[in-house]
């Protein structure tokens, strides 16, 4: 598994445990990768 | 999604030198790449297929449904607590396998705010003009939230 498969596996299961609250802005933890992209995850409603 | 919780998935990229790449100037190849690399980053997780895709003029953004097994292992206080905002409506639906309510939809005249610190005239947010559909539809959201409150 690669490290971005890591990181995000980890990023799902912190994501699921501290959902960001029915809010819209850009979001935590963010996986930040090489090459000038970001990505960020969170459980919104 | 129509209700649903959802994972909120968003990417976004710099141009060589750093500055934000807009999302209108990524070619086809990167928009489809960046939504591969959204699903890779969802990962198995939630129901792909209750998805949306949509671009802002800085990131685009995935929605996917969460499970109802993810749903019932929220914490209780997801469940409980008051709304805090209502997101803006989207610049464009790349695609979307059920139909949003019409409150997800793009406004159809939107004002363009120019992102703080932002050089360009691809870097804004919209802000709704109140007077289309989609707008009056989120305006509906807000003040029925408003009156249950008073």
């Known amino acids: 598994m690669s490290r971005l498969d890591t990181?995000?596996?980890?990023?799902?299961?912190?994501?699921?445990?501290?959902?960001?609250?029915?809010?819209?802005?850009?979001?935590?933890?963010?996986?930040?990768?090489?090459?000038?992209?970001?990505?960020?995850?969170?459980?919104?409603? | 999604m129509n209700g649903t919780p959802v994972w909120l998935c968003s990417i976004s990229r710099r141009a060589p030198g750093g500055r934000t790449l807009p999302t209108p100037l990524w070619s086809p190849s990167v928009m489809a790449e960046s939504v591969a690399l959204l699903r890779r980053v969802v990962?198995?997780?939630?129901?792909?297929?209750?998805?949306?895709?949509?671009?802002?003029?800085?990131?685009?953004?995935?929605?996917?449904?969460?499970?109802?097994?993810?749903?019932?292992?929220?914490?209780?206080?997801?469940?409980?607590?008051?709304?805090?905002?209502?997101?803006?409506?989207?610049?464009?639906?790349?695609?979307?396998?059920?139909?949003?309510?019409?409150?997800?939809?793009?406004?159809?005249?939107?004002?363009r705010v120019p992102l703080p610190g932002a050089r360009g005239p691809l870097l804004w947010f919209p802000a709704d003009c109140g007077r289309c559909p989609p707008c009056e539809a989120r305006a509906a959201i807000m003040d029925r939230r408003r009156d249950a409150r008073a």
């Not at chain 2, 979307?96 to 159809?108: D, I, L, Q, V, Y």
């Open chain 2, 43 to 111: 990962g198995p997780a939630g129901n792909p297929a209750r998805e949306r895709v949509f671009r802002m003029q800085v990131t685009l953004c995935l929605h996917r449904a969460l499970t109802d097994a993810e749903i019932a292992g929220l914490p209780d206080w997801f469940h409980e607590a008051d709304p805090t905002d209502l997101a803006g409506g989207p610049v464009e639906i790349l695609e979307e396998t059920e139909p949003g309510a019409e409150s997800t939809k793009p406004c159809h005249d939107p004002e």
């Open chain 1, 7 to 45: 990181l995000a596996a980890g990023v799902r299961a912190g994501a699921l445990a501290n959902p960001l609250t029915k809010a819209h802005a850009p979001v935590l933890p963010s996986l930040g990768l090489a090459g000038g992209v970001y990505v960020a995850l969170s459980v919104n409603l």
